[in-house]
């Protein structure tokens, strides 16, 4: 498939209901979308990158610019046989994984539509049905999250994970589990801790969490080790690993005992595959993460779901949990056991809503190489 055009879209997107973390609270998703245009297919990606440069250092706007002055260029009348060649061909541009990622998964998408088969297949999937969990960010009170858990227990999800920080952690898990002393429950601190805060982490083990993510700092390994040595619970690294190098560094350091994957994060299709692949090789379960991805970049989650090795039920929820319309056809659907079914559609396996799209885009630029 030659790459012809890359065209990219921002759509703005209201959010059903603000989405809090540690570090800020989104009530409207700035969504960065890209097509790869290649011998009469569209290959289409996501960039999962946030709205600022909070959760990592990737942000809509830097993303936007580093792909139109760099990125988009060194894929532009280029002729791929294979999502796996993007990226060598990106490799010279550091870091900006969101926004590679974004290039690479559109073309595995063109890739999996040329051969008519499904993304899922292509990316040598097992599981026919993906579990869902759900992430719940901090609300205005206890009664709002205690609501909130009972729909989202009640629609089915596999597992509940609260956001936590100081002063929203230890008061909100006690009474959660006093409400539903047997649910899978976790939490995710996005770097809210110290390791000053080790004795008070300790306290965490009596809510029998499945594990909490990323306590300590994005970038630490090392701290994590210390802690999990200190702690029953399993800690769950998230930000920290942005390769399949960092996943064996951080398992051969025992940083974690859980990995979440995130195929923004880390770059792409390719290095999920291969984060998923070491962790299977440690004994380590690993579960699919999410940036409140509209429906193209949900759709690239749940096909990576599909891998053997992810055991845990992911953060790959419903589209309605998110968005009042979704831009794919049809939207996610979480069955009452909280799964996914996988369909045998070729490519991504969900149809966009193309007049949607439109509607919503704010901002939309198409790169040609010069000869066109
Ligand atoms: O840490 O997993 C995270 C959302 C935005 C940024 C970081 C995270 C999250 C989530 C939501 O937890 C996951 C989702 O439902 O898409
Ligand atoms: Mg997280």
């Known amino acids: 498939m030659k790459i012809e055009a890359i065209t990219l879209l921002e ?107 499904p993304l899922w297949r292509l990316l040598n999937g097992t599981q026919r049905e993906v579990a869902c969990g759900v992430s719940i960010g901090i609300q205005d009170s206890h009664d709002q999250l205690m609501q909130k858990i009972e729909t989202e227990h009640a629609a089915g999800y596999q597992r509940i994970k609260l956001k936590v920080k100081p002063g929203w952690d230890v008061d909100v898990l006690a009474k959660v589990r006093a409400r539903w002393p047997d649910i899978l429950l976790s939490c995710d601190a996005n770097s809210a801790y110290t390791l000053d805060d080790m004795e008070h982490l300790k306290t965490f083990d009596r809510f029998k969490l499945l594990m909490i993510e990323q306590p300590l700092w994005s970038d630490d390994f090392y701290f994590h080790a210390r802690l999990q040595k200190q702690l029953h619970t399993a800690i769950c690294l998230d930000e920290a690993i942005r390769s399949s ?63 053997p090795n992810f055991k845990l039920p992911g953060d790959v929820s419903a589209s309605k949990r998110y968005w009042k319309e979704d831009i794919i056809e049809p939207e996610v659907e ?22 949607l799209i439109e509607r919503l885009t704010v901002r939309k630029e198409t790169l040609r190489a010069a000869s066109f």
């Not at 790869?36 to 440069?53: F, Q, S, V």
């Not at 699919?288 to 991805?293: A, F, I, K, V």
């Not at 979480?334 to 007049?355: C, F, H, M, N, W």
Request: charged residues 25%; contains cysteine.
């Open 11 to 117: 759509l703005q997107i209201p959010l059903v209901h603000f989405f809090e973390t540690s570090f800020g609270r989104t009530y409207t998703r700035r969504v960065l979308l890209l097509t790869l245009h290649c011998d009469g297919l569209e290959g289409w990606g996501e960039c999962t990158a946030g709205e600022d440069p909070y959760y990592s250092e990737e942000y809509i706007e830097g993303a936007w610019d580093v792909i139109v002055r760099y990125l988009g260029p060194s894929l532009i009348g280029r002729t791929l046989s294979a999502g796996r060649e993007v990226p060598a061909l990106l490799a010279k541009v550091r870091e900006n994984r969101m926004a590679k990622a974004a290039l690479e998964n559109a073309a595995w998408d063109a890739e999996a539509q040329e051969k008519g088969i």
């Open 245 to 307: 190098r960092d996943a064996e560094a951080a398992l051969e350091l025992g940083a974690c005992r859980i990995v979440n994957v995130k195929v923004g994060r880390v770059g792409g299709l390719t290095d999920a595959i291969a984060v998923h692949d070491v962790a299977q090789r440690f004994g380590v379960p690993v579960w699919c993460g999410g940036m409140l991805e509209s429906g193209v970049g949900r759709s690239h989650n749940v096909a990576l779901s599909t891998l």
């Open 334 to 355: 979480v069955s009452p056991q909280g799964t996914i079914a996988i369909t045998d559609k070729p490519g991504r396996g969900y149809e966009l809503r193309r007049d």
